[in-house]
């Protein structure tokens, strides 16, 4: 039982590892176009997974994008030609780092905007329960309270 236990969490590293997606047929020969692609490639993303780059998809849609890509580097473009040409075609949505202008602004502020409102009602919140300053119970007021919580608290 404990010999089978390093080879489960072995077996473990090699599923969670992700997955490259790319075919042999797609890999270029030239090792440093290769290199160039598979780093374009990691930064685009699918339109069918949205939450994968194309490298790491298998979907129909992401081959074609790879193949796209690996076809632009071997006519000569440049890396930001290659991803213009991509964003031209498809939009900001596909890259997985999309650039702050003023049709993401709301993406990049969205998480600042959020904790800021939280904290604007939790210090209302904590400034309202409080009792308000130079306000004081009159002698029956008082007696009523203590007379609560003494019932309250049995």
Not at 1 to 11: H, K
Not at 47 to 71: G, H, M, T, W, Y
Not at 80 to 93: E, L, M, N, P
Not at 101 to 117: E, Q
Request: charged share 25%; with cysteine; net charge positive.
């Amino acid at each position: 039982m404990m010999r089978a236990l390093p080879l489960f969490f072995v077996a473990l590293l090699v599923l969670s590892a992700p997955a490259i997606a790319v075919q042999p047929d797609e890999i270029l020969k030239n090792p440093a176009l290769e290199q160039r692609a598979r780093a374009l490639s990691s930064g685009l993303r699918c339109l069918v997974c949205q939450n994968q780059s194309i490298d790491d998809s298998d979907a129909p849609l992401a081959k074609d994008l790879r193949i796209l890509v690996r076809e632009r580097l071997t006519a000569g473009d440049s890396d930001g030609a290659v991803i213009d040409f991509v964003v031209a075609r498809y939009g900001d949505f596909v890259l997985l780092r999309p650039p702050m202008n003023a049709r993401t602004i709301a993406l990049w502020a969205a998480p600042f905007l959020i904790m800021l409102s939280g904290a604007a009602f939790l210090w209302r919140r904590r400034n309202r329960s409080a009792a308000p300053a130079g306000v004081t119970l009159t002698a029956e007021e008082q007696r009523r309270l203590d007379d609560l919580l003494r019932d309250e608290r049995g």
